[in-house]
């Protein structure tokens, strides 16, 4: 429901330029071919593929344990979700159980994930729309939780850091002390980037009522993640189709209203609590025990087809896996959720500025290396 | 507790946990009477070739000639509104048609997920799914540049990963895993489309 493109000066002469790829505001290669009348973009086209590796491709010579440090460097913010949809599939595939404190690892490791992630969006989002400020306090965060990573499994972003059947390490001594230390006091910082912005009238007048998607829009053109919940859509795959222990411990899914930059950025500060909320319920709950089920050295799925998805911090991350029996894929295709929302993009920007633009960008929260693959 | 056994009584064997058992494999059955598929059957005549259950999802496989009533009946009448995924495989070697596309989709209602197959032979042309789900629009771009498979009917069908003047389609199982050397379709008399750079007198360098 963009508003109408109502051209200013009828005469005027229609312009079209590339915006990016090398745009620091388009957070990677991406490239938008827009066409403006005057500020006003009549028509938005992306052009992506500059960061095309052939990941699928690849996956087809890869072991299954082997595709795992490819999957890093799709969305290469969140390397953790990415891990925890591959092996999900594979150990739906062949029918293995994960033992419960693997999988209270893994929700861990994918709810701290989900902060990091969600901490750069924030920083580079409010960054492009001209709030230098909370850049700085953002990172300064997210170290911490890339500190953790390194003390778990030696990597601080591409992290490969499970494997089908578990997990490959046990917590080091100590790491939950380290994350609840980091989790209690990580509500407060949160607050402290909502003082910056919440109420901050040059935030709320570049993002209100900018990019607006209706809830039926954003189902028909796929949205998933935040830019669905921002319209208004209760959905979560942690909650229709939990995996792990995801049914176990309580969150609540945050919900926008309108559909707008400034709705879904609610949404995302809220996901941030509840994530707290879950590492801070694992870490109380977690069981003792073995982190890695008895599996095979090989592993051979039988033949058949299995699509698998978690929720990562850009929305719904699906693997299909296509098997033949063997120790390689036969197909193994990636559902990347950036990809799919960036396709509702003309959409979203279509009769607005081209500083929107920028801010749609944002708030959509695209990594290239997802799209691209 | 009179008859309390003289022996230490033996830890009943307790069931190992089923992270320590051998894993049990999924196996697929005929999900030809699954009511997700019955309701399809019902709608369009002659719309299900064979349906397979495994680990609890369900595949229907669709005569190619059917494919667009089935989408249209299961978005506006089945409210599987949302398309999670649409994609290919290729099977070089079958006989029954190289490739099959896939459709994932799902309805929010009743969270239930369905998955649509066709098998196309290569070069044969596929109803575009565009004008029912806006959100196929890239899917297919994607999947005609990966595997060369024609969507009749899609507005915009052109290459989104690769560029313009690439030669092949990488996700089919001939195109070679180490790439081919294609040029660069920016540079046409040097680099031209679909070989590498060219010495003088034609040769590739």
Known sequence: ???????????????????????PATHGVLRVMVKLDGEKIIEAKPIIGYLHRG???????????????????????????????????????????????????????????????HIIWLGTHALDIGAQTPFFYTFQEREKILDLYEEYCGARLTLNCMRVGGQPFDLPAGWTDRCREFIDQFPARVAEWEGLLTNNRIWKQRTIGVGVISAADAIEWGLTGPPLRGSGVRWDIRKVFPYDH??????EVPTGAHGDTYDRYLVRMEEMRQSVR???????????????????????????????????????????????????????????????????????????????????????????????? | MADEP?????????????????????VPADA????????????????????????????????????????????????YKFLVDLTAVDWKE?????????????????????????????GVELPSVTGIWKVANWMEREVFDMFGIYFGGHPNLERILTWEG????????????????????????????????????????
């Open chain 2, 166 to 205: 690439f030669n092949g389609h990488p996700l089919r199982k001939d195109f070679p895993i180490e790439g081919i050397d294609t040029g660069a379709a920016i540079y046409p008399d040097v680099y031209p489309p679909g070989g590498g750079p060219k010495k003088e007198g034609g040769e590739p360098a």
């Open chain 2, 6 to 26: 003289k022996v230490a009584p033996q830890e009943p064997a307790a069931p190992k946990p089923p992270w320590e058992e051998k894993p049990v494999p999924p």
């Open chain 1, 278 to 373: 879950i590492v801070r319920q694992c870490l109380d709950r977690i069981p003792d025990g073995p982190v890695l089920a008895k599996v095979p050295k090989v592993i051979k799925p039988p033949k058949g087809e299995i699509y698998f998805s978690v929720e990562g911090p850009k929305g719904e991350l699906g693997y299909y896996i296509v098997s033949n029996g063997e120790a390689t894929p036969h197909r193994l295709h990636v559902r990347p959720a950036c990809f799919i929302n960036l396709q509702a993009l003309p959409e979203m920007v279509r009769g607005y500025l081209v500083a929107d633009l920028i801010a749609v960008i944002g708030t959509l929260d695209i990594v290239l290396g997802e799209i691209d693959r």
């Open chain 2, 32 to 79: 030809r009477e699954h009511p997700q598929v019955a309701e399809i059957a019902a709608l369009v005549p002659d719309a299900v070739a064979d349906a397979v259950s495994f680990a609890g999802q369900v595949t229907v496989v669709v005569p190619a000639a059917r494919l667009a009533d089935v989408c249209r009946a299961c978005k506006d009448k089945l409210d």
């Open chain 1, 55 to 117: 990941t699928e491709k690849i996956f087809e010579r890869e072991t299954y344990n082997g595709a795992i440090p490819h999957t890093d460097r799709l969305d290469y913010t969140a390397a953790a979700t990415n891990n925890q949809g591959l092996v999900g599939a594979v150990e739906r595939l062949m029918g293995i159980t994960v033992p419960p404190r693997a999988a209270y690892i893994r929700m861990m490791l994918a709810e701290l994930q989900r902060i990091a992630s």
């Open chain 1, 246 to 251: 995801y049914d176990e411990v309580e969150f």
């Open chain 1, 1 to 23: 429901m963009s508003p109408e493109v109502v051209r200013p000066f009828p005469d005027s002469e229609e312009m079209e330029i590339s915006f990016g790829p090398q745009h």
């Open chain 2, 94 to 122: 079958r006989a029954e048609g190289r490739f099959d596309v896939v459709y994932w989709m799902h309805r929010h209602g009743k969270s239930q997920r369905l998955r649509l197959k066709v098998r196309i032979a290569d």
